[in-house]
């Protein structure tokens, strides 16, 4: 009977332990879910400060070179430089890095699909019309919506093996470089416009004193 009660007492104290213990382990594992969701929080902010810098130099640098900037004073203009100059130097202090887990494929994916983006720019100079329809193709590959314009398939199967995260850099990447193609197209365009006035408007005056 004695034997049979202290047993007893034993296979208690296993149970109350085990129980203990598969609370204890039900508490961890539940911060570590909390703390899961946090670190993804995080990730996200840092990835938004991230595209907020990439906006703010690009909208700074549209402003120096906009239209307006050119139809100002020498004077009024190198000042606003200064001031967009300045705006650029503080924007680049912020030093903000998410680094993506990738996969040794994926590091691969990414490599290739950076190369084939990097050919792509070193050609603009050379032909920025055929430049632009190239990037629209490497666009339409990474657009979940369907596209206006041929996609490249090739680069399509490229961007598919990289990690999501990466996807979407590449993706933004190349909306970037499609502005700034319309940018200086419109730049190039009205660069010829003016220099037409001002060779119609010196034709005319040609005309006429010699009339």
């Excluded at 990414?110 to 983006?117: C, E, V, W």
């Excluded at 603009?124 to 657009?143: E, K, P, T, V």
Aim: hydrophobic fraction near 35%; include cysteine.
């Amino acid at each position: 009977m004695a034997q049979a009660r202290i047993s007893a007492k034993a296979n208690e104290g296993r149970f109350c332990r085990s129980s203990s213990m598969a609370d204890r382990s039900s508490r961890l594992l539940e911060s570590l879910d909390q703390l899961e969701l946090r670190v993804e929080a995080l990730r996200e902010a840092a990835t938004a400060v991230e595209q907020e810098k990439e906006v703010l130099l690009e909208m700074i640098h549209s402003i120096q070179n906009s239209q307006d900037m050119r139809q100002i004073s020498d004077g009024e203009r190198e000042e606003l430089n200064l001031t967009a100059n300045r705006l650029m130097g503080r924007t680049l202090t912020v030093e903000v890095s998410v680094e993506t887990i990738r996969s040794p494929q994926q590091q691969e994916s990414l490599k290739h699909a950076t190369r084939i983006i990097d050919e792509v720019v070193s050609k603009f100079l050379d032909d920025l019309g055929n430049a632009r329809s190239h990037l629209m193709s490497l666009y339409s590959a990474c657009s979940s919506e369907v596209p206006a314009g041929p996609v490249d398939q090739k680069f399509q199967s490229i961007v598919i093996g990289c990690a999501l995260e990466d996807q979407k850099k590449i993706k933004r990447r190349l909306e970037t470089l499609l502005r700034n193609i319309e940018n200086s197209d419109k730049a190039i365009k009205l660069l010829e416009h003016s220099k037409g006035a001002a060779a119609k408007t010196l034709q005319q005056n040609a005309d006429t004193r010699f009339n």
